[in-house]
């Protein structure tokens, strides 16, 4: 935006850095909803990781939402921190949708082997990628899943998750 010939950087103004706060306020909360298994694979420095315990270990809602802005301002000050704590929720997401993706797939693979039209067509293409035991396995699965049989629908979908099957071989088509 340009006046009187000066030119002003979008961002600097009192809006964006309440965005950027809010951002960073967020990326707080996140972190206190993490598991401890996820929390292990962060570094924080001493006083952010002492905070973000404390913000854990609080219990009521009041005392926890200023336990989470008190966590939002030492990530504020810390700009290294607060980078590495957006690239690492960043990575969770990137981490929660591919296994999204691999379940939907899964789901669709599901649904051509119980489908009795397209069965006979993703069991073929299956053939190529599992072995002779599994193959059987699932055929016979699928065939009792394209008769109704919601059990063997699961027992299908098992099978697949089973065999890490990932995207469909060359040439299968919907």
């Not at 905070?51 to 609080?58: C, D, S």
């Amino acid at each position: 935006m340009e006046q009187d010939g000066l030119t002003r950087d979008e961002g600097r103004g009192r809006s964006a850095r309440k965005r950027a706060a809010k951002q960073i306020e967020e990326h707080a909360r996140r972190l206190v909803e993490l598991s401890e298994a996820d929390l292990k694979r962060l570094t924080l420095p001493a006083d952010v990781a002492a905070e973000l315990k404390t913000a854990r270990q609080t219990r009521g809602h009041s005392s926890q939402k200023r336990a989470i802005k008190y966590l939002a301002g030492l990530l504020r000050r810390d700009e290294e921190v607060a980078l590495a704590v957006a690239e690492f929720l960043a990575g969770q997401d990137a981490a929660r949708y591919q296994e999204a993706a691999r379940f939907h797939n899964l789901e669709a693979w599901r649904d051509r082997l119980c489908d009795p039209v397209t069965a006979p067509e993703a069991i073929r293409f299956l053939g190529e990628v599992l072995d002779s035991g599994s193959l059987r396995q699932l055929r016979q699965a699928s065939r009792a899943a394209c008769a109704g049989d919601k059990t063997a629908a699961r027992k299908v979908f098992r099978l697949l998750r089973a065999a890490e099957l990932t995207d469909a071989p060359e040439g299968f088509s919907d």
